[in-house]
């Protein structure tokens, strides 16, 4: 038996870019995924929905194929409620470090959902899953975490496409957290996620929609060659792609 990649099911051969209609939908995942905080619904994520998403996760790439993440399923409202206490402290301290100016805005926004989601997920990285010495993190130490950040992604990609909201909370202690999960101390926290279906998506990020920041045209962030010289003429063709557009 070779080791050539399968053929997918709809006759797609290695290599073989996705039909127009599968490519559109990877687009309208990427282009409609939200971090979702205030609009969570109630209703239960079944078991078979919650292991296509974490199976999603787990098919992310990592460094050294090291598989750095391990995934803490949080459903107990007790368990949850250490965890609002936890971000509510951490909120507070946050907004002392805004400018006066922008506190009141920033106390308006709802910025977690960690109790009117059904479900929330700990996401964590091994540092030392790969072994002492891991293929491709010899020079980039932080490896683990961008391996085990790719796996969140694929997971909010995942959900959204089965119309299913996430929300990222980075407002906590990671120790208090860890503590809180039983987590030990030389695993890193890098994700505490807000699972549930929602009453809706916002049409563009709510922190841009609240007036909070807006998106930064791509143009203005690419390169060409070397930092700071103008990507022209991509940058053209940058102003004139429309992600959402593509969906």
């Known amino acids: 038996m070779t080791d050539q990649p399968a053929a997918s099911d709809h006759g797609l051969q290695p290599g073989d870019p996705f039909a127009e209609a599968d490519r559109r939908a990877v687009y309208r995942a990427i282009a409609t995924r939200r971090d979702v905080r205030a609009e969570f619904l109630p209703d239960p994520i079944d078991d078979a929905t919650l292991a296509r998403l974490l199976s999603a996760a787990h098919h992310a790439p990592s460094v050294g194929l090291s598989q750095p993440w391990d995934f803490v399923i949080v459903r107990s409202l007790e368990t949850r409620r250490r965890i609002v206490d936890i971000f509510r ?34 996401v964590t990285s091994d540092p030392e899953r790969g072994g002492p010495v891991v293929l491709g993190a010899t020079h980039m130490r932080d490896t683990d975490l961008f391996s085990t950040v790719c796996a969140i992604q694929n997971l909010w990609l995942a959900a959204r496409a089965e119309g299913i909201g996430i929300g990222w909370v980075s407002i906590l202690d990671p120790a208090r957290v860890k503590a809180a999960l039983g987590i030990p101390d030389r695993i890193r926290l890098v994700g505490y996620l807000c699972v549930g279906r929602v009453s809706g998506f916002f049409d563009r990020p709510e922190l841009e929609q609240r007036g909070w920041r807006r998106r930064t045209p791509l143009a203005a962030l690419v ?20 992600l959402a557009s593509n969906s």
């Open 89 to 122: 402290e951490a909120n507070e301290e946050a907004a002392a470090l805004f400018p006066a100016e922008k506190r009141s805005q920033y106390r308006a926004l709802k910025l977690e959902g960690i109790t009117s989601a059904p479900l929330n997920i700990c």
């Open 223 to 242: 390169h060409d060659e070397a930092w700071g010289a103008s990507a022209d003429p991509l940058s053209q063709a940058l102003e004139r792609t429309n």
